[in-house]
């Protein structure tokens, strides 16, 4: 009891100090959706924007074809993941015994295998970021854990508004717009489909795709980096509060 309690306080503790950076990072639903389900499906379907259209366009072969790989590698992966959560519960050597040995010695760990790589499949096709949005308890508390010391991944608004296309006709002198050019690319690259550019928002799991592919757009426009980033929510309301202090 006492090991959970100690365990319980350290991952409040951990949370205020670095918000949800063990979302991003250590949850094993995470990592595996962004650094395998997600690789694989931006490998076959391209990334998020040729995505959406495929999936809103007509039913062509070649969707048929994309779809079909993908679904397939998923289930074989997904089968992978089953067999190897499996073996930390019944033990690597029981694992060989049920894939070697006869089904009918191992129905129920037969079953189970069965059973949890369809529970993945699902989970890595159709309910995705729903685990970290409506689903896991840690992720619903975290909006009460962050204070205004928490590290989160923040939009620096003072920089980056009033927002605005970018304009050939454009003086950098007289130009009254922020950096921000309103590309969306931040939104589109989101796994949890948010605007961060609106605040700091429960949904953000801090994986950090919308801070590398804002990097990307000030590259190319030229400004500094870290338009979107890491940030102490204090600091922003201060800059806030005195932008001339923030310049
Ligand atoms: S990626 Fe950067 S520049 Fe583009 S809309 Fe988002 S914040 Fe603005
Ligand atoms: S807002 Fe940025 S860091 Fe948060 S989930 Fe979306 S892409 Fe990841």
Redesign the pocket.
């Known amino acids: 009891m006492l090991a959970t309690l100690v365990f319980i306080v350290c991952v409040v503790l951990f949370t205020i100090a670095f918000g949800r950076i063990f979302c991003g990072w250590i949850c094993p639903q995470t990592i595996f959706m962004e650094m395998v389900f997600r690789k694989v499906e931006e490998w076959i379907e391209g990334d998020a924007n040729k995505r959406k259209k495929l999936d809103a366009g007509p039913w062509t072969n070649e969707k048929r074809l994309k779809k079909s790989i993908k679904h397939v590698l998923f289930f074989g992966i997904s089968f992978l993941i089953a067999n190897t959560f499996l073996a930390y519960i019944t033990g690597s050597e029981n694992l060989i015994k049920i894939i070697t040995e006869p089904i009918s010695l191992h129905l129920v760990g037969f079953a189970s295998i069965i059973v949890f790589t369809i529970a993945f499949y699902l989970v890595y096709t159709l309910v995705r970021e729903l685990v970290c949005t409506v689903i896991c308890p840690y992720g619903r508390l975290q909006e009460v854990m962050l204070d205004k010391q928490t590290l989160v991944v923040a939009?620096n608004d003072v920089r980056?508004e009033p927002?605005g296309k970018l304009s050939r006709n454009d003086n950098d002198l007289l130009n009254l717009k922020g950096?921000?050019?309103?590309?969306?690319?931040?939104?589109s690259v989101c796994p949890t489909g948010i605007d961060i550019?609106k605040g700091t928002q429960m949904e953000c799991i801090n994986c950090t795709a919308?801070i590398d592919?804002?990097d990307e757009?000030?590259d190319k426009i030229h400004k500094p980096r870290r338009?979107?980033g890491f940030s102490l929510r204090m600091v922003f309301a201060i800059m806030k509060n005195y932008p001339l202090m923030a310049g």
Request: proline share 0%.
């Open positions: 939009y980056g927002r950096d921000c050019i309103d590309c969306g690319l931040c939104v550019r919308c592919v804002c757009v000030m338009l979107i």
